[in-house]
Structure formats: structure tokens, C-alpha cells
């Protein structure tokens, strides 16, 4: 298995590119399977989950096609056309490993009258329940059935009814979940307290380029008008915030000077502003934005919420960057339950981090050492990697899939702005 090789200590300058946003990717995707036209997505990541999702996309009767896979190319090109589905069943073994799966609910009910997915239980940063998606399909006139860990849906009469929904505490995955099978419903569906992550905005502006009818993108009022038929379109995926703010960390920890090229600053306020409360100068440039450290950081408090508020996607990161702050910070994580897997690893590098329920103390510590770490989620990782590029020492971060789920070409971005990083077999 593949681990990454950081020799710590090296200061970040230059440019570094930001791919597509993996969280935006893998809710466009499952858009192409309500039409029987090809959806083009443009500006894809080179991930595994965006590999995964075609593999689940293709099982469900749809075809994809990729370009842009020559070496050196970042943002491929993807043609997925649902002619027919031949199928309606999203596999446990599937949805085990790629939680965003639970997306093709929606779509394939919408488009097929009916739909069968795996439940897909907890994963490594906590509890990841799917109750929510559920009430929300069924406000819209699905019909539900959960046994021997399925949920069957059913669209009485083959197509969904439109309807009112209220989400009692906001939801990602099932904002997206129900705003793909309102589309071509018969009637309206208004959905209220709907999550307004960009990611939303960019599945909302897809499906309008597709033919739809919302109202109120990017408010927490979607007003649905289904239409009765979707046709194919052309789509550039957003440019991935998470991935911008995992780089702005990394260049701020090491004192550096980096412009993210393509970062849209304006979808990343919350980022932006504590990396400025922390002392990192950030400008907005014309192709991005930029970050400034010299090599001082001061504590930060945050707390995670849904957007606009401070990503839960973020916090790992953040952790792992105020480990070298001159204080304590304090890092509440209301979103997941269990999202402190890295504490532990940034421990086994000299990080101070007490945590006591959803809160973590950060205190601030003159230097990390490199050692060998490894994490059980995806930021998590990255988190590693940001203590890596600090720490004394050589740092290897073990189970790197994890990374390749969601940081595309990760160790070549990072050696282009002077960091001394490397991926290693194990030999
Ligand atoms: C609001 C929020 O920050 N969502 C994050 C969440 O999206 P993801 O879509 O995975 O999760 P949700 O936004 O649905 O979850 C938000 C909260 O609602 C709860 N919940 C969710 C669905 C449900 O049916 N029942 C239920 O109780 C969850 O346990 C959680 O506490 O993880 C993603 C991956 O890390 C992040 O990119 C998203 O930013
Ligand atoms: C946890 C994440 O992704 P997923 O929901 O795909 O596990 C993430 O993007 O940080």
C-alpha cells in the first residue's frame, strides 16, 4: 500500500492549482441519470471517489466516457448518458465504501419510478444516518420501505408528486437527495431550512442548465416546479473550497506565500476569515486567492456549523495548523460525533490537543517530529500532511487512499511550491 514521504520544514511559495471540488462531483454525477441525453461534466478531479461514482453510475445502465487522462492534465472531461437504466439498485458493497452513493436515491426514483439502495450505516468520523433523505422523499410523494438493510423507494404511479418539506436541523446529502427527485415531479415542491453549501448552488445551477425549474438557489427556500422531462447539458464542476483551505493551512503553517489558482474566495468566507484571524494575510486576486504567513500564528476559536458557517470539512486541517499557533485554541465540532480521529496521530508528533465531548483544546507547541502516523478519514489525512510539512523530521502518512478519495495529485501540487514530498510502495 502506498504511504506519502514528508520531510518537514520547507516553506510553501508559488502557485498551486485548484481542481474540482470533490463534494460538488460526486452530486452532479448522479444528475445525468434523470435524463436520457449525455450531462458533460467538465473540470472532474482526478479521484477515486469521481472513479467510484462512474463505476456505480455504469451498474446503474449508464454510460461514461472520460478525456483529459493524459499526465499532466488536471480537470478531465466526463460524458455520462443514462439512455435506459437497467438497473435501480445501488449495492451494499458499493455505498460501504463511498457514502455519497446514497445519491443516486433521488435521481434513479425520479427517473425509474422506483429505487433500491443500501443503507449505508456509520463510517469513521461518526454516526451518518439517512432519516432525513428519507421524510424529504417521502413529503414528495415517494413510498418507502426499509428491510434486510435496503431502503426500496416507490413513485406511485411512476412519477413523484412534489410536496412541502421543513428540514428539522440541515442536511447536505438530503438537500441534494430530494432537490434531484423534485425536478420532474408533477407538482411543486418547496423545500424549507435547505442546506446552502455552494455545492447546493452548483447542483441547482447543473440541473437548471438541464431544464429545471428552482427558485431561491442558495437560500434556505428551494422552490421546485417539476418539469416533465430533463434534457442533456454541458457543466463545469466548482473549483473545490475544501481542497483551497487544506492548501491555505499548509502554506500558513510553513510561513509561506502561496496563490491558489482558481479558489473563488467568496465560497470560502468562513475559511478565510479564521486563517485572518490567525494572522495568515489573505488577498483576493484576480485567478485566486493568496496566503501570506511569517511564521507566526495566533490561536483561533471555532466551531463548526453548515454553511455559511466554518466547514466541519475544514476542522482537521485547522487543528493541525494551530498546533504551531502561540496559544490555545478552542475547536467545537457540532456536525460529526467521532470527528476527532486525528487528535491521537498529531499527538504521536508532539501536538498538545485535549478533547472532552465535542470540544478540543489546542494548545500550541513550539515544534511537531516527524513520525509514522495514519488516519481513518479523509481530512484527517490531510491534517497529517500539513503537520508533515512543519514537523522536524521525516513524517510518513500510512493509508493514502484516503487521500486519493479527495486530494487529486496531491504530492506533485505540493512539490511545486517547494515542499519535500514524495509516494513510496511498499517496496
Ligand atoms: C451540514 C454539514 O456540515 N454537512 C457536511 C456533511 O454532509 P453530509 O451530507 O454527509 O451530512 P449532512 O449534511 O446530511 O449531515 C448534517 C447533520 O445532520 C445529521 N443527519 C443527516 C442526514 C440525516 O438523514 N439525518 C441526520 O440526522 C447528521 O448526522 C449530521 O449531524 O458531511 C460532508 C462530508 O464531511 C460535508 O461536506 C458537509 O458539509
Ligand atoms: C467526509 C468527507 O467525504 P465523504 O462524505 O465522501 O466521506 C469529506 O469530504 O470530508
Redesign the pocket.
Known sequence: MDRIIIRGGKRLEGRLPISGAK?AALTLMPCALLTDEPLVLRNLPRLADVDGFGHLLNQLGASTKLEGTRPGDFGRVMTIRAGSLTSTEAPYDIVRKM?ASILVLGPTLARAGQARVSLPGGCA???????????ALEAIGAELETAAGYVTARAPGGRLSGGRYRFP????????NVVMAAVTATGTSVIENA?R?P?IVDLCRCLQAMGARIEGVGTERLEIEGVDRLHGATYAVMPDR?EAGSYACAAAVTGGDVLLVGAKADEMRATLSALREAGVVVEEERDGVRVRADGRLRPVNLT????P?F???MQAQFMAMLCMADGASVLEE????N?YMHVPELGRMGADIRVRGRTAVVHGVGKLTGTQVMATD??ASMSLIIAGLVADGETQVNRVYHLDRGYERLEEKLQAVGADIERAGDG
Open positions: 463534494n457514502r468520523i461518526g454516526n451518518r444516518p439517512i432519516d432525513l433523505h428519507l421524510k436541523v440541515v442536511s447536505v446529502g438530503a438537500t441534494e442546506a453549501e455545492e475544501i463548526t456549523a453548515p454553511y458557517g466547514a466541519t470539512d457540532t456536525i460529526f460525533e470527528r479523509l481530512r
